[in-house]
């Protein structure tokens, strides 16, 4: 039998809380859990600096990684399979492409993304592509297949049907980390009735559809993207230890191009800071690394870094204050002049954050062809788009819903006030 | 501070009003890609690059009162255009002034149809290929516009005179 086609001799499961079980049966996709690339996601968390916040939140990539598979083959396996539309030849590059979506995530990967200005979805590609454990095992099937999963993962793929499997407004992705993100951080939102969407998914020439009678579940994946947005992505706090993470390398990288004498050379840094980030460099990187030297750097002399470093080690994170840019915009310039003459680097210590500083796709129609919305199977066939049956659906994406607040060390102001007035009046002014 | 909202404020106020969602998507795209220092993260979707982060800069943009949207039915979809408002103008000048030769590249992109900027913004994405493999994704990315190679060549031709404009 072609390795393609192998199966174990005994199906291996793995107990998972969202899905229960996981059901492995292939065995190109055995070996892939087994590389290193894919074993490197356990080291890196599904929600960043969420865990501050619901201290639940610590599950990884990996879990994840497992749950979007096992969703994509319930999809197949009990759904699509022998319908006329689904190509059985697509089976393994589909599961191969949902197990392997995410593996080029870094470590804090928002964050991480933003100072480094990198592209997770690349390094998934250069993994696939590269001279991996990943490569070699997918290589196995055929020599083109990793180019085929790589072309899934990057939307160029031939059969969008597949692409729409693990990305699109309806998809093993998004439905995964929802149900995972509201176990893990133990919030009620989050749930719907994944079952019930993929008893009424259908396969559709470029995409998944929604056999109309199923709207209602569909309601309910939308709503819970919604108040997961609201009440833990974009939770205030998190936001908070965010902005200091991404402050903690902004610093450090300063630092290294300044010339800057560390205690504990940043190796693992080096080309980060430099822009000559190998394959190696970057798989070798996870939160153990960073947090190793956010402690070693909470010993360093320069204060900037280690205050920043001692505050999102031990928690003690930056307060905020709404914030409507509307009528304050001009606040912000006037803050930046205080903190600069009472002695505190504005570019670390203050701190403006918007609703678009985290993207989150909320489900939008949008204009034609902007973005693939999801469409209901009427039952003459013909297909209409969500928001167009949905009144629940449309009063959500019709709404605008923006947040913006600014980040400062309430701390260190108010210790200060009563020998420094500047302090004082920075308190009061950003409290408005 | 609130800076990358100031730089979408200027750049619809130096195009005087951008229709569509589609057409600005692809136009601040482009722009990045010519090295103008727009920050939003592009993805690929299914009708090219497609960045989330603008479209809720742009949300939050009318919310603050500094565009002005305005919605046009056009039976089975609707079409957004956008302009700067009067608080806009004041907002926009809290940013740093924009390099000179960001005008005339925004006027060239905002002369074209949003068809064939998505054109262009495609063949972009996969710039670090070689041409006929660029050729080739667009073509499986899409396969349902059918872009005829006369488009192709056109594109092309746009992607060198704007990388001129840019440098100007």
């Not at chain 1, 100072?115 to 991996?132: R, S, Y």
């Not at chain 1, 909320?362 to 003459?380: A, C």
């Not at chain 1, 959500?396 to 400062?408: M, P």
């Amino acid at each position: 039998m072609s390795y393609e086609h192998e199966k174990l001799a005994e199906e291996k499961v793995f107990k998972d809380p969202v899905h229960r079980y996981i059901h492995v049966r292939d065995r190109v996709i055995w070996d892939v859990i087994g590389t290193r690339e894919f074993q490197r996601l356990r080291r890196i968390r599904q929600l960043g600096t969420t865990y501050l916040v619901f201290h639940g939140a610590e599950h990884s990539r990996f879990q994840h990684s497992l749950g979007v598979y096992e969703i994509v083959r319930r999809i197949i396996d009990s759904g699509f399979g022998g319908r006329p539309e689904w190509n059985e030849d697509e089976r393994l590059v589909a599961l191969c492409a949902a197990l392997l979506h995410d593996l080029g995530h870094g470590p804090f990967s928002h964050a991480f993304e933003k100072v480094f200005d990198l592209d997770h979805e690349k390094f998934t590609q250069a993994i696939l592509l590269g001279d991996t454990e990943v490569n070699a095992v997918l290589s196995r099937v055929s020599p083109e297949f990793p180019q085929r999963v790589a072309d899934v993962v990057g939307k160029t793929y031939k059969d969008k049907l597949v692409i729409s499997l693990i990305s699109s407004q309806i998809d093993a992705d998004r439905m995964d980390y929802l149900q995972r993100d509201a176990y893990y951080t133990g919030v009620q939102y989050g749930h719907f009735d994944m079952e019930r969407i993929l008893r009424v998914m259908r396969p559709a020439e470029e995409q998944v559809v929604i056999k109309s009678s199923g709207m209602h579940a569909v309601e309910d994946y939308i709503m819970s993207r919604y108040q997961m947005y609201w009440q833990v992505y974009f939770h205030p706090v998190s936001r908070s230890a965010e902005v200091i993470l991404i402050k903690i390398l902004h610093r450090a990288k300063a630092l290294y191009k300044d010339g800057y004498r560390f205690l504990q050379d940043p190796v693992p840094f080096r080309s980060f800071f430099d822009k000559t980030i190998t394959l190696e460099d970057y798989i070798s990187l996870d939160e153990g690394v960073l947090f190793t030297y956010f402690q070693l750097w909470m010993k360093e002399q320069d204060p900037i870094l280690s205050d920043l470093c001692r505050r999102f080690i031990n928690r003690k994170l930056f307060q905020y204050a709404e914030f409507d840019p509307a009528k304050e915009y001009r606040k912000i310039g006037q803050l930046d002049s205080l903190f600069k003459e009472a002695g505190i680097d504005p570019e670390y210590y203050l701190v403006t954050d918007s609703s678009s500083d985290l993207p989150y796709d909320f489900y939008r129609p949008g204009e034609e062809n902007e973005r693939v919305p999801i469409y209901l199977q009427l039952p003459n066939g013909e297909l209409s788009e969500l928001s167009r049956s949905s009144d629940i659906v449309d009063a959500i994406s019709g709404k605008r819903r923006t947040d913006h607040k600014i980040y400062f060390p309430e701390d260190i102001l108010e210790a200060g006030q009563e020998d420094n007035p500047l302090y004082k009046e920075i308190l009061q002014l950003v409290r408005g | 501070m609130l800076a990358e909202h100031a730089k979408i404020v200027q750049m619809i106020s130096l195009a005087d009003e951008v229709n569509g969602r589609k057409k600005l998507q692809k136009m601040v795209y482009i722009l990045k890609k010519m090295e103008f220092s727009f920050v939003e993260k592009y993805e690929l979707h299914m009708y090219g690059p497609y960045s989330e982060e603008l479209t809720l800069r742009v949300e939050e943009l009318c919310e603050m009162g500094f565009l002005a949207e305005t919605c046009t039915d056009k039976g089975s979809y609707v079409q957004y255009t956008y302009q700067v408002t009067e608080d806009g103008l004041k907002f926009s000048e809290t940013g740093d002034a924009p390099v000179a030769s960001l005008a005339p590249c925004i006027s060239k992109l905002n002369d074209q149809s949003s068809r064939f900027l998505e054109l262009v913004s495609t063949l972009l994405y996969f710039d670090h290929l070689e041409r006929t493999e660029q050729i080739e994704k667009v073509r499986i990315v899409k396969n349902k516009l059918n872009f005829s190679d006369e488009e192709m060549d056109a594109a092309f031709a746009f992607i060198a005179e704007m990388s001129a404009c840019a440098v100007a």
